[in-house]
């Protein structure tokens, strides 16, 4: 049987990606296609038990410590719960696959964008999504959606604002991927969603 098609949907929290993969996934059910949704545990894997024996608090780490500390617990999400799906299922949707930080880490650890991208690509163990879906939304709008917590991100002195925008700003240039689709995140999610099946039609069998 050969590998299913793992697309993924990424964007700053806010932007919708839980609403639409959960609407991904139901739209291929509903047709027949043999679809997963496999959204990201609450961090309680192996760095987290590590960075528990080692510190009390993260901010005792340095930003190169915790960018290894999140690649960890990138690979263990990749390896116990997205690989063995997309060896099964013919489609497999990933809720935030993408490590979405990398341009944050990158500016406070002083690591070049390509070795964390490299870092990421090891943890990925060279799963890579057939098909992204960017869920393009200005930081504002986000920000009026939900009530953003700092402490979920855990660099409150960046700034949430900041934070949003360096995110953003982080996935535009992707756009030419041929892999990668930007989608609209501003709109009803009912016409997010005719846009998302139209982006990944090709990969429907």
């Known amino acids: 049987m050969p590998p299913g098609r793992l697309v993924t949907a990424e964007g700053i929290r806010g932007a919708g990606k839980t609403t639409l993969t959960e609407a991904l996934?139901?739209?291929?059910?509903?047709?027949?296609?043999d679809a997963e949704l496999v959204c990201r545990p609450v961090r309680v894997d192996a760095a987290d038990r590590l960075h528990v024996g080692a510190s009390d608090c993260e901010s005792q780490l340095t930003p190169r410590a915790r960018s290894l500390m999140?690649?960890?617990?990138?690979?263990?999400?990749v390896e116990t719960w997205v690989a063995p799906q997309v060896a099964r299922r013919a489609f497999?949707?990933?809720?935030?696959f993408a490590r979405l930080t990398l341009p944050l880490e990158g500016a406070e650890s002083r690591l070049l964008p390509r070795d964390l991208a490299s870092l990421n690509r090891f943890a990925q163990g060279g799963l890579v999504p057939d098909r992204t879906l960017i869920l393009d939304l200005e930081p504002d709008v986000a920000e009026k959606r939900t009530a953003y917590d700092a402490s979920v991100n855990r660099r409150a002195d960046l700034g949430?604002?900041?934070?949003?925008?360096?995110?953003?700003?982080?996935?535009?240039?992707?756009?030419?991927?041929?892999?990668?689709?930007v989608l609209d995140a501003a709109q009803p999610p009912g016409n997010l969603l005719v846009d998302a099946v139209a982006a990944i039609a090709d990969l429907i069998p």
């Open 25 to 33: 996934c139901a739209y291929l059910l509903d047709r027949g296609v």
């Open 70 to 77: 999140s690649a960890a617990d990138h690979a263990r999400f």
């Open 92 to 96: 497999v949707l990933v809720d935030s």
């Open 160 to 181: 949430e604002t900041r934070l949003f925008r360096a995110l953003i700003s982080a996935y535009r240039p992707r756009e030419t991927d041929p892999r990668v689709r």
